[in-house]
């Protein structure tokens, strides 16, 4: 049973456009989302989160939307860099178990 | 400071080995949990330990074990390899392990140990 989903396994933009990655989720005991970017051979860092409580997080060129009644969440990032091309990874906590997404391929072209 | 610190980085087993890997955490940090990372399948959770207790266990067959000594450092061991056990295993700590007023908690992960089973 996938409770977090992630149904695009690639996107490509433009440097300077915005990148807008989308997470959906099934479990409603969620309290935090996060997100997470990964380059090759390295592990995953941090990058945002937000409460379940909140419908928006911003943190420099990043942004994070959740929408509780549709359980779904975005990430958005302006301008997209090609620096920013990475695998994105969404995740959610319940208690202290981080549930992960499949992840999405970045990829900004300059 | 250091970063969280997993050995080894690469090696290659044969089906019905075993292996054993390990992960030093960020000094201070109490709590590790462990993650496969398979192509599509994102990260899968296999257990988290705190203050030398398992706190967290997921969907893995016995196969699949660790523990966590006094100084938090933590192996997992996978016995009886299968092709399928191949895959990049993922260490990380935090603090703590659950969120707090200040906000959620946050995984710190190692570069992984890329296992590949022959």
């Known amino acids: 049973d996938q409770q977090v989903k992630q149904n695009s396994p690639s996107l490509s933009v433009q440097e300077g456009r915005i990148s807008i990655l989308n997470c959906d989720y099934t479990n409603s005991m969620f309290d935090y989302f996060l997100w997470y970017k990964k380059y090759p051979a390295e592990g995953p860092t941090f990058l945002i989160s937000?409460?379940?409580?909140?419908d928006k997080n911003e943190d420099g060129r990043f942004t994070v939307f959740l929408n509780k009644s549709a359980k779904h969440l975005s990430l958005h990032i302006v301008p997209s860099q090609p620096g920013d091309s990475a695998v994105y990874f969404c995740a959610a906590t319940s208690g202290s178990r981080l549930t992960f997404g499949e992840g999405t391929q970045l990829t900004v072209n300059p | 400071k250091a970063g969280v610190t997993q050995t080894p980085r690469y090696l290659i087993k044969t089906r019905g080995q075993q292996v054993t890997l390990s992960c030093s955490p960020i000094s201070g940090h109490r709590s590790v949990s462990w993650y496969q990372q398979t192509p599509g399948q994102g990260l899968q959770f296999l257990f988290e330990y705190f203050s030398e207790t398992q706190r967290n266990k997921g969907n893995f067959p016995g196969r699949f074990s660790g523990r966590q000594f006094s100084n938090s450092r933590s192996e997992m061991n996978v016995s009886t390899l299968e092709l399928g056990d191949s895959a990049l295993y993922l260490c990380a700590s935090s603090l703590r392990t659950l969120p707090s007023r200040s906000g959620a908690n946050v995984l710190t992960f190692g570069a992984g140990s890329r296992l590949t089973v022959l």
């Open positions: 937000i409460s379940s409580i909140k």
